[in-house]
């Protein structure tokens, strides 16, 4: 059976200052298209993965330009509905040395931000899908979008679909009076698969997370304190998930430590840690995560060490890639997987 995904979200422009400038210090910006469940749709397609990408855009040229980009990639578009008066977008700061990264939103009122339940035909987009993927962005930004969200999922649900969510916590983003675990939690039950960090586990299901604080990647962390973490959130979240956890621990702006963890029928696994010592854009990350937890499931059913081991490895190397997106193919993805190391090459 040839798998479809179908990912919503809102498209980004984002604009970064050049080099390591400040926000104050600059006055030009590098363009380019982003948004979490933008770069889960790219990453899937490059891996080789039937992808389709559905949210609301303007009619302007902005518009146009991206949907150019997401068609450059292989991602299906057409059934992107239009209407409202612009693209959102988010300006980001480089991080260095010890300085973190900045990012500063601009998307009240965008397109995506006033899509109201009802726009989109559910029915007619999935019944082609297999994979219905969503984060905890759009769920944030309003009830509306909240609303529009949970009608995809209940479809996705009653046509058979695979759900799976991106936890993705914006704490700016929240401000319509509802919290993240009163509005996440009914989608959350509909949904088979989770990713996300400690702290956004958190947020939803109460349970503190455990301080990841490997500072190589060869240094042994403490299993049991994450098989009680999963134990307790997995019984919170109805015990039928698979649950997987990025670990990251930023030494600086150019040296991470990253590895992940999955939970599923009582069992853990981790995969192999990697230290990350030239770090080029991090923005994506997480979301080049997720679509290799997709791909991999997809992939490798039945084998959850191995989806695992291909996330992990497709979130290394988008550290290494300038921009939102995850520009790898699932092949590159596989290399880094049995490689040794001492690879420099590819002849």
């Known amino acids: 059976m040839e798998h479809k995904i179908i990912s919503f979200g809102e498209v980004l422009l984002r604009l970064t200052p050049p080099g390591y400038l400040k926000l104050s210090q600059t006055n030009s910006f590098a363009a380019t298209f982003g948004g979490s469940e933008t770069n889960c749709a790219v990453s899937l397609a490059h891996f080789g993965l039937k992808s389709e990408f559905v949210t609301r855009f303007p009619k302007n040229d902005i518009a146009d330009a991206c949907l150019a980009e997401l068609r450059s990639h292989g991602i299906e578009t057409g059934n ?19 300085r973190i990264s900045k990012v500063v939103y601009d998307r009240a009122n965008s397109s995506f931000a006033t899509l109201k339940p009802g726009m989109i035909d559910w029915e007619k987009i999935l019944k082609t899908a297999t994979w219905l993927h969503w984060s905890g962005i759009g769920p944030g930004l309003t009830q509306d979008i909240a609303d529009a969200t949970l009608e995809a999922i209940q479809i996705a649900k009653k046509l058979g679909l695979t759900v799976s969510c991106d936890l993705n916590y914006r704490k700016n983003l929240w401000q319509y009076g509802k919290s993240a675990q009163e509005v996440m939690r009914p989608m959350l039950d509909l949904t088979d698969v989770l990713f996300g960090t400690g702290s956004e586990y958190k947020v939803v299901y109460g349970v503190d997370p455990v301080p990841f604080k490997a500072r190589s990647a060869d240094e042994a962390i403490e299993l049991d304190r994450y098989q009680r973490f999963f134990e307790e959130t997995n019984a919170k ?11 990251r621990n930023t030494l600086d702006a150019n040296h991470h430590i990253f590895t992940g963890l999955v939970y599923a029928g009582g069992k853990m696994i981790k995969a192999r840690t990697h230290a990350i010592e030239h770090v080029v854009d991090c923005v994506g990350v997480g979301d080049a995560f997720a679509a290799g937890m997709i791909y991999g499931l997809i992939h490798y059913p039945g084998d959850d060490a191995s989806a695992l081991e291909f996330a992990v490895a497709a979130g290394t190397l988008k550290n290494t890639i300038y921009g939102d997106f995850n520009l790898v193919s699932a092949e590159e993805v596989v290399a880094l997987m049995q490689s040794t190391g001492g690879e420099s090459i590819s002849r």
């Open 237 to 247: 979240a109805g015990g039928n998930k698979k649950l997987f956890l990025a670990l």
């Open 80 to 98: 992107i509905v239009f209407g409202g008066e612009r693209l959102g977008l988010y300006y980001y700061e480089n991080p260095a040395s010890q």
